[in-house]
């Protein structure tokens, strides 16, 4: 059974920094294609940054120079560095993963990803 499990969330004030981590497991040879959404208060989820399983990475414009994301494959663990958090960072952020090979094109999009963690809270004030 594969499960996701995030960590790392919390409240800071606008400029901190926050490092979210996922901790994965039951894909049997791994998963291929990793990533990070959120949904804010009234808003639809969105890609946040992602990362296939040969290496490639991709950000939203909105975080782009801002947050950074790995993966450690030996340890199954997916990590996002937040640095420079605005107030509009403020969302749930989800930790989804496929054991299926995605194209970079689609890294972004919620369609991909067929196994989700259940959130984490990210809170910033101004």
């Known amino acids: 059974q594969v499960q996701l499990v995030e960590s790392g969330g919390g409240s800071v004030q606008a400029g901190g920094s926050l490092r979210l981590s996922c901790a994965v497991s039951?894909?049997?040879?791994?998963?291929?294609?990793m990533g990070w959404f959120r949904q804010g208060p009234t808003k639809e989820r969105e890609g946040v940054a992602a990362?296939?399983?040969?290496?490639?990475?991709t950000y939203a414009d909105s975080v782009k120079g801002r947050f950074t994301i790995s993966r450690d494959n030996a340890k199954n663990t997916l990590d996002l560095q937040m640095n420079g958090l605005k107030p509009e960072d403020t969302a749930m952020y989800y930790c989804?993963?496929?054991?299926?090979?995605?194209?970079?094109?689609?890294?972004?999009?919620?369609?991909?990803?067929?196994?989700w963690g259940q959130g984490t809270q990210v809170t910033v004030s101004s």
């Open positions: 989804a993963a496929t054991a299926y090979v995605c194209s970079s094109d689609y890294l972004l999009q919620r369609a991909v990803y067929r196994n």
């Open positions: 990362v296939a399983g040969y290496g490639y990475t």
């Open positions: 039951g894909y049997a040879s791994g998963a291929y294609c």
